[in-house]
């Protein structure tokens, strides 16, 4: 399957502070899928990118997808203690998505 | 987006036992798709579904092990066979919601522990 690193592994963020949590392919995507999963929960999609360069938002979250589309970032400004959980991103060949390593968010109050 | 129910949620298995996990799918779906996570870990795909044809599998995975069924268009169910403590996991069955642009959706996932 594909292999996607995601950085940092884990991160500690003080209430109010900015997170950002990044994506990187060896390969050029024909999209990619993010998604958030809760402490004790199942994953749960976020969001899909698929252009160049495209960027979306959803309230304090900002994704985007490289210009050469070989990796994303997910930013979220201001966290906050319901953004705890761990941020992943998925690739797809064919049919079947690939999970990236994850990114483990504490928010701290 | 499709809602699915997984059971059990959790069970406690003897070593060299087998358990078979369940996911319902609340429409018909073409696929299914079955994850393991590891603790702390991230997903690893297990094996894709379709109905009316043998499971896809990853590589270090094999049917033996991991025998899937896949009646139809909304049912599937895994089999973690002849088990052993590097079984525990949580095993999760997903599907797409492409079409509809809501990615794919989990089930709640079954947390396995071997003893």
């Known amino acids: 399957g594909q292999q996607v690193m995601q950085i940092p592994q884990y991160q500690h963020v003080q209430e109010g502070e900015d997170f950002t949590t990044y994506c990187n392919s060896s390969?050029?995507?024909?999209?990619i899928q993010w998604y958030k999963q809760r402490p004790g929960g199942h994953p749960v999609f976020l969001i899909q990118l698929v252009k160049s360069g495209e960027v979306k938002k959803q309230k304090r979250l900002t994704f985007q997808f490289g210009e050469a589309k070989k990796n994303s970032s997910l930013h979220i400004t201001a966290t906050q203690t319901t953004d705890v959980g761990t941020y992943f991103c998925?690739?797809?060949?064919?049919?079947?998505?690939?999970f990236g390593t994850g990114t483990s968010l504490t928010v701290i109050p | 987006s499709a809602v699915i129910s997984q059971k059990p949620s959790r069970d406690i298995c003897q070593r060299g036992t087998s358990l078979t996990i369940q996911c319902q799918v609340d429409s018909q779906v073409t696929m299914m798709f079955w994850y393991r996570q590891q603790p702390g870990q991230s997903l690893t795909l297990i094996a894709t579904?379709?109905?009316?044809?043998?499971?896809t599998y990853e590589s270090g995975f094999v049917i033996d092990k991991f025998p899937i069924s896949r009646p139809n268009l909304t049912f599937s169910t895994l089999t973690v066979s002849n088990m052993s403590p590097e079984d525990s996991s949580i095993y999760l069955c997903?599907?797409?919601?492409w079409g509809e642009g809501y990615g794919y959706t989990f089930g709640s996932g079954t947390r396995l522990t071997v003893v």
């Open positions: 997903s599907v797409d919601n």
């Open positions: 390969t050029t995507l024909s999209n």
């Open positions: 998925a690739v797809s060949t064919g049919n079947q998505f690939y």
């Open positions: 579904a379709n109905q009316g044809s043998e499971a």
